[in-house]
């Protein structure tokens, strides 16, 4: 099992390389066994059986770094064609840049101003005035990543937040000294009613080998499964549950704990942000029932369930 485990490891980790590093793997490792390795064992009998074998499955490493390769190279121009078809459609002349990697303050005055008039006349919701569990859990999704970002602020970091479209691993990036390279990258999950399994904490191991990040942190609003929290044990990983974050925020001196209150628990802190267009969504009906649309429908097609 743990030979396994390291064998997927590699594989994710040039998962997260540029596909012709996999090419370049895929020659390196067929030229060693087919021709490097028999010419240098081939001499001693002893291990001119062992040279003739490796010699004969020259072909299966370099078949698995091929493949990778391929599939790299897929994956990555439909990413960059689904990015571009996204920028494309951004409304309120929102600045790509300023969605991609700008500081926190930016992207909030983006956000901010990004409000559409339907949901600057909704009633704002009672806010909570100390921090709990069913508290954070009521954050809608946009409003928990900023909230995450503000609170490694307050703890020293300064911080970008990043707009992904169709989650690209990446929300947080955390900085120290040199404003260039990331110390270490948060993904947000404000999941309630499932728990984050070890699907999504292996993903950010990958985003971590592909921007070359030697920390993750990984935040949910819920729980982790067993597996994800053997997972993240065995890696440069920090799970933090809704109660373990909640902890977190306690610890912090008071004027700062209560920032981050007034900052979480503004305005309407419940109704969903489209992740596309960085406006409040609105409840539609379907055949499925009630549901969270966008209000630029059918431009932007971005919805989420309408939970109870």
Not at 99 to 113: D, G
Not at 189 to 217: F, P, Q, Y
Request: hydrophobic share 45%; charged share 20%.
């Amino acid at each position: 099992m743990a030979r396994r485990r390291k064998d997927v490891g590699l594989v994710e980790v040039f998962m997260g390389l540029p596909w012709w590093a996999s090419a370049v793997a895929a020659g390196v490792s067929f030229a060693g066994m087919r021709w490097i390795a028999p010419a240098l064992l081939g001499n001693t009998p002893l291990l001119a059986a062992f040279a003739g074998a490796i010699k004969s499955i020259a072909w299966l490493p370099s078949l698995i770094f091929g493949l990778v390769a391929v599939i790299v190279f897929l994956r990555d121009r439909f990413v960059k064609r689904d990015s571009a078809t996204s920028e494309k459609k951004t409304l309120w002349k929102i600045e790509p840049s300023a969605l991609t990697a700008a500081p926190l303050s930016q992207i909030e005055r983006t956000w901010a101003e990004a409000r559409s008039a339907e949901s600057a006349n909704m009633p704002t919701t009672q806010a909570y005035d100390n921090w709990t569990l069913e508290a954070l859990r009521s954050l809608e999704w946009k409003r928990f990543e900023l909230l995450c970002a503000r609170y490694y602020e307050a703890v020293g970091f300064k911080t970008q937040t990043i707009r992904c479209g169709a989650d690209g691993g990446i929300d947080v990036k955390l900085f120290k000294t040199d404003p260039s390279h990331p110390i270490a990258i948060v993904q947000c999950k404000a999941w309630n009613t499932s728990s984050v399994g070890v699907k999504e904490v292996r993903e950010l191991l990958g985003v971590m080998a592909h921007e070359k990040v030697s920390r993750g942190i990984f935040v949910t609003t819920g729980t982790y499964t067993r597996d994800a929290v053997a997972f993240g044990a065995e890696n440069p990983i920090q799970l933090l549950d809704g109660a373990a974050f909640i902890e977190k925020i306690h610890a912090l001196p008071n004027e700062r704990k209560q920032a981050l209150l007034r900052f979480a628990f503004e305005g309407d802190f419940r109704t969903p942000t489209c992740p596309s267009c960085g406006i409040k969504m609105v409840k539609r009906e379907g055949t499925r029932g009630a549901f969270w649309g966008c209000t630029h429908y059918p431009k932007c097609r971005s919805s989420f369930q309408l939970k109870p």
